[in-house]
């Protein structure tokens, strides 16, 4: 399934409101299976080892792009999609959009991106694509292309009655016509991508003109080989060409300047020690850090200490970690001097020092003390933010750790209800139920994990251990028996009519 990939972003100052699309593509994909197919692929993204499952990253991404939408609520399509915004761990500056509207960030973009109005410009562009369902509509160019090659092969058994190499240049021919028409069709989506991602970015309050510095900043980290395409053979429109027509279409906007929030930046830096957790990793990451302390002004700062916080967690140095957390909360409520602008303190970023500081008290399991504070500060965190998963996840992880299991089980089993996608709140309830020695339930809660996560396989073994258990009610058992019977018919609908065929049962003979 091709992925509508993007770099950046560019567009008119005046569009219309946004076409809505044909019914051809709603029979070569419709908006349910648009969306069955995306979380498909993200219970593989899940499964992978650099999906970035950090909750203050998903959070602010989330927040973020979710806003950008709501500025624009027709940026959801006929469909009415609901948006997922994640990020992954890649070197290269991009992102791209999968079936149904999650949308993903390459950490690199992520660290790439100087301005908060920079990122909005390549989520804008992503969300453009997913309104405009330029998923669907390939597939609709694929099948009518998917003629063309065969058009060319029985002109090729035709030709080749004349000998020589005249049917491999028929067919050759051919198969580059269909070529050449995908590559169209992709240069077009993202011209098309642009023009709503430049409106939604406007409507959402974003300078625009951020975007060519943006632009020119991946021209520079894609030297090597963009530019030395042809632009005929690129499905994306030559960078060179895209800044100078961002140019153009912003010339006569007028000025707009947005400030950064906190977050932004907190993010970034979490982002930077996530991306590579090694040793070399670390250390390379502290020097940066370090240099970035330098900087004038209190957000660059700010940044740097929790980046230094987070690289002191990550080596298990708690007590320095909390100290560089201190530090990097100090100096953002500090008032700014007499005579300078300064950015509101209070509460900005206040989420993340909340949840980094009960980070660092969590990752120290073995001191009773700190976690029974862990508990009290998760409890009024909870009140405050009761809308954070990540925050509910470090409550419900605070009630196993302070040894309230049955309170920990009742609240857990009330999240799994109120957030059926959420597999780390029934990992959680898995762990409440392993530490009361409650074998059945335990193994039913990793079995749902598992169903979340894609491992359905995984998911039936869960359940065949549960089954077992010597504490398995005729409840449970109920349970077991008809949960085991939805995942078979998916694993059944998953493999296709070859797998239904497999099953039956060999004729008498």
Same mark, same amino acid.
């Given at each position: 399934?091709?992925?509508?990939?993007?770099?950046?972003?560019?567009?008119?100052?005046?569009?219309?409101?946004?076409?809505?699309?044909?019914?051809?593509?709603?029979?070569?994909?419709?908006?349910?299976?648009?969306?069955?197919?995306?979380?498909?692929?993200?219970?593989?993204?899940?499964?992978?080892?650099?999906?970035?499952?950090?909750?203050?990253?998903?959070?602010?991404?989330?927040?973020?792009?979710?806003?950008?939408?709501?500025?624009?609520?027709?940026?959801?399509?006929?469909?009415?999609?609901?948006?997922?915004?994640?990020?992954?761990?890649?070197?290269?500056?991009?992102?791209?959009?999968?079936?149904?509207?999650?949308?993903?960030?390459?950490?690199?973009?992520?660290?790439?991106?100087?301005?908060?109005?920079?990122?909005?410009? $390549?989520?804008?562009?992503?969300?453009?694509?997913?309104?405009?369902?330029?998923?669907?509509?390939?597939?609709?160019?694929?099948?009518?292309?998917?003629?063309?090659?065969?058009?060319?092969?029985?002109?090729?058994?035709?030709?080749?009655?004349?000998?020589?190499?005249?049917?491999?240049?028929?067919?050759?021919?051919?198969? +580059?016509?269909?070529?050449?028409?995908?590559?169209?069709? +992709?240069?077009?989506?993202?011209?098309?991508?642009?023009?709503?991602?430049?409106?939604?970015?406007?409507?959402?309050?974003?300078?625009?003109?951020?975007?060519?510095?943006?632009?020119?900043?991946?021209?520079?980290?894609?030297?090597?080989?963009?530019?030395?395409?042809?632009?005929?053979?690129?499905?994306?429109?030559?960078? @060179?060409?895209?800044?100078?027509?961002?140019?153009?279409?912003?010339?006569?906007?007028?000025?707009?300047?947005?400030?950064?929030?906190?977050?932004?930046?907190? $993010?970034?830096?979490?982002?930077?020690?996530?991306?590579?957790?090694?040793?070399?990793?670390?250390?390379?990451?502290? @020097?940066?850090?370090?240099?970035?302390?330098?900087?004038?002004?209190?957000?660059?700062?700010?940044?740097?200490?929790?980046?230094?916080?987070?690289?002191?967690?990550?080596?298990?140095? %708690?007590?320095?970690?909390?100290?560089?957390?201190?530090?990097?909360?100090?100096?953002?409520?500090?008032?700014?001097?007499?005579?300078?602008?300064?950015?509101?303190?209070?509460?900005?970023?206040?989420?993340?020092?909340?949840?980094?500081?009960?980070?660092?008290?969590?990752?120290?399991?073995?001191?009773?003390?700190?976690?029974?504070?862990?508990?009290?500060?998760?409890?009024?965190?909870?009140? =405050?933010?009761?809308?954070?998963?990540?925050?509910?996840?470090?409550?419900?992880?605070?009630?196993?750790?302070?040894?309230?299991?049955?309170?920990?089980?009742?609240?857990?089993?009330?999240?799994?209800?109120?957030?059926?996608?959420?597999?780390?709140?029934?990992?959680?309830?898995?762990?409440?139920?392993?530490?009361?020695?409650?074998?059945?339930?335990?193994?039913?809660?990793?079995?749902?994990?598992?169903?979340?996560?894609?491992?359905?396989?995984?998911?039936?073994?869960?359940?065949?251990?549960?089954?077992?258990?010597?504490?398995?009610?005729? %409840?449970?058992?109920? =349970?077991?028996?008809?949960?085991?019977?939805?995942?078979?018919?998916?694993?059944?609908?998953?493999?296709?009519?070859?797998?239904?065929?497999?099953?039956?049962?060999?004729?008498?003979?």
């Amino acid at each position: 399934m091709p992925l509508a990939m993007a770099q950046d972003v560019l567009a008119p100052a005046k569009i219309p409101n946004l076409p809505a699309l044909g019914d051809t593509e709603r029979q070569d994909l419709s908006p349910l299976m648009e969306r069955r197919l995306g979380e498909e692929i993200m219970r593989d993204i899940r499964r992978n080892n650099d999906f970035l499952d950090d909750a203050p990253i998903l959070e602010y991404l989330n927040n973020f792009g979710n806003a950008l939408v709501a500025a624009r609520p027709d940026a959801r399509g006929e469909a009415n999609f609901d948006y997922y915004f994640f990020a992954v761990r890649d070197p290269q500056l991009n992102a791209f959009a999968l079936p149904g509207g999650f949308i993903a960030v390459h950490s690199a973009l992520l660290l790439a991106a100087q301005t908060e109005s920079e990122l909005a410009s $390549v989520l804008g562009h992503e969300i453009g694509h997913v309104a405009q369902r330029h998923i669907a509509r390939s597939i609709g160019q694929q099948k009518q292309d998917a003629l063309i090659p065969l058009a060319a092969m029985i002109l090729a058994v035709l030709a080749s009655k004349a000998g020589g190499d005249a049917a491999i240049g028929v067919f050759s021919a051919g198969q +580059g016509l269909a070529i050449q028409r995908q590559l169209n069709f +992709g240069r077009d989506a993202e011209r098309e991508a642009d023009r709503i991602g430049f409106q939604i970015m406007g409507a959402a309050g974003y300078d625009t003109s951020g975007m060519v510095a943006f632009f020119q900043r991946m021209q520079i980290a894609t030297r090597n080989y963009s530019d030395r395409v042809p632009a005929y053979l690129q499905s994306h429109p030559l960078t @060179t060409e895209r800044i100078a027509d961002i140019q153009a279409r912003i010339r006569d906007q007028p000025y707009r300047q947005r400030l950064d929030s906190l977050d932004f930046h907190l $993010v970034r830096a979490r982002a930077r020690v996530l991306q590579d957790p090694s040793t070399q990793g670390l250390a390379e990451t502290q @020097t940066f850090f370090e240099l970035q302390l330098q900087q004038p002004g209190r957000q660059q700062v700010a940044a740097a200490q929790y980046g230094l916080a987070m690289v002191a967690l990550k080596r298990e140095n %708690y007590a320095l970690a909390q100290e560089w957390l201190d530090k990097s909360h100090a100096t953002i409520r500090k008032p700014p001097a007499a005579g300078t602008f300064g950015v509101a303190a209070a509460p900005e970023g206040e989420i993340i020092y909340v949840s980094t500081a009960l980070e660092i008290k969590l990752a120290q399991p073995d001191k009773a003390a700190l976690q029974q504070q862990a508990l009290a500060d998760a409890e009024a965190a909870h009140l =405050v933010y009761p809308l954070s998963r990540g925050i509910a996840h470090q409550y419900g992880e605070a009630m196993i750790a302070a040894g309230q299991l049955e309170r920990a089980a009742v609240y857990l089993r009330d999240q799994v209800q109120l957030y059926r996608d959420d597999p780390n709140a029934y990992d959680l309830l898995a762990q409440a139920y392993a530490k009361q020695g409650k074998q059945a339930l335990q193994h039913i809660a990793l079995a749902e994990s598992y169903v979340l996560q894609g491992g359905v396989l995984s998911a039936l073994d869960q359940l065949s251990y549960a089954r077992k258990a010597p504490d398995a009610t005729f %409840y449970d058992q109920a =349970v077991i028996d008809a949960r085991e019977r939805e995942l078979q018919a998916r694993r059944r609908e998953e493999m296709g009519d070859k797998f239904k065929k497999d099953l039956q049962p060999a004729p008498a003979r």
